[in-house]
């Protein structure tokens, strides 16, 4: 890393707690824009950066399976935080790039992560093609429907290929993610159809891999509360086609405030509020050194879900400059399947 991008880093909000998380909890300058209800996206426009904003990311996970079933987990993430709204050239530029990559087996798990400053060409976004990259890590292709990702580290990496297979779906009301009872949102939407095929690179070797993707797209300037120490979000995908997205934010000084997207096979959503969803701890392990909850009981009884839900490999600890666990699960129950799981501030 050069001296001037240590330099700036150490101006961010980078601390191992939730409200570090690119200072989600934190109050964000009055210069930046704030989400609003009724949001009115454009696409292929908003499938790229919105340098107004504070924070923003491109969010994929995957669930993959070898030639003999064995299963893996894939995430390559790019995220965009500013120091100030707007952009400009060069050195000039507020935005800082940084982008996290994994693979995830039962007995291994694999993370690194890069950082970029804006405006030197380093990382950033183009919608058309569709393009986002940090160095040579890259999520691209002719549209946001068809798309090759590569990316590695020292013991990993992987190439893959992706399709859609459905529509793109929006959280909250049309795409308004409301995170706090205190009004605290982003605007939020998903890809959760992708079909993706592809090489994954282990110390093992390589390892053909087929499977499903999701990719999440999400921007705001303080989407938590400062009252908020963190998050378990689940993206899961049902055999029966249906998906469902839900996070439960816990806060510090009174009930967790929930939010969850049921998505039927065919695209259509419908969301549900605050407490619908309601995920219970039923195992908590040791990852280094802290107690996280690796198996869940997750139940949505307006859709009649009840399920348990448990981690591929609960040592899936993302080991990062920003520290969190994240990983692929199974689910069994009321429905089967499988999906994804992110957890942050259990310190």
Do not use: C
């Amino acid at each position: 890393m050069n001296v001037k991008l240590a330099a700036i880093l150490a101006l961010m909000p980078f601390a191992a707690t939730a409200q570090g998380f690119s200072g989600l909890g934190t109050e964000a300058d009055e210069a930046f824009a704030v989400p609003a209800p009724n949001p009115s996206f454009s696409f292929p426009a908003d499938h790229g950066a919105h340098p107004d904003y504070r924070i923003e990311w491109w969010y994929l996970t995957a669930n993959l399976s070898g030639p003999d079933g064995t299963p893996y987990g894939l995430q390559w993430t790019l995220f965009r935080t500013a120091l100030a709204p707007g952009e400009a050239e060069g050195w000039a530029s507020p935005q800082i790039w940084f982008a996290h990559a994994a693979v995830t087996t039962a007995e291994a798990h694999f993370a690194t992560e890069r950082f970029a400053r804006g405006g030197i060409g380093q990382a950033g976004v183009e919608v058309a093609p569709f393009r986002v990259w940090i160095d040579e890590w890259a999520l691209e292709g002719p549209d946001f429907d068809t798309l090759t990702l590569r990316a590695g580290g020292p013991e990993f990496a992987y190439d893959m290929a992706l399709s859609a297979q459905g529509p793109l779906v929006f959280h909250g009301d049309k795409g308004f993610s409301v995170k706090s009872s205190e009004g605290q949102a982003s605007y939020y939407y998903s890809q959760p159809f992708y079909e993706i095929e592809g090489t994954l690179t282990l110390p093992s070797g390589d390892i053909p891999v087929t499977g499903a993707a999701w990719l999440d797209r999400e921007w705001s300037s303080q989407p938590l509360s400062e009252r908020q120490s963190g998050w378990d979000w689940f993206s899961l995908s049902f055999e029966s086609g249906a998906k469902m997205m839900g996070f439960q934010l816990r806060q510090t000084d009174e009930a967790d405030f929930s939010a969850a997207t049921w998505i039927a096979p065919d695209g259509t959503t419908t969301a549900l509020p605050d407490g619908a969803l309601v995920a219970t701890p039923l195992k908590v392990s040791e990852v280094g050194g802290r107690a996280v909850p690796t198996t869940w009981h997750v139940r949505l009884p307006e859709r009649g879900l009840d399920v348990t839900v448990k981690a591929l490999n609960p040592n899936a600890w993302m080991d990062l400059s920003i520290p969190y666990w994240e990983g692929p699960v199974t689910i069994e129950g009321s429905h089967k399947g499988r999906g994804y799981l992110e957890m942050t501030g259990y310190e």
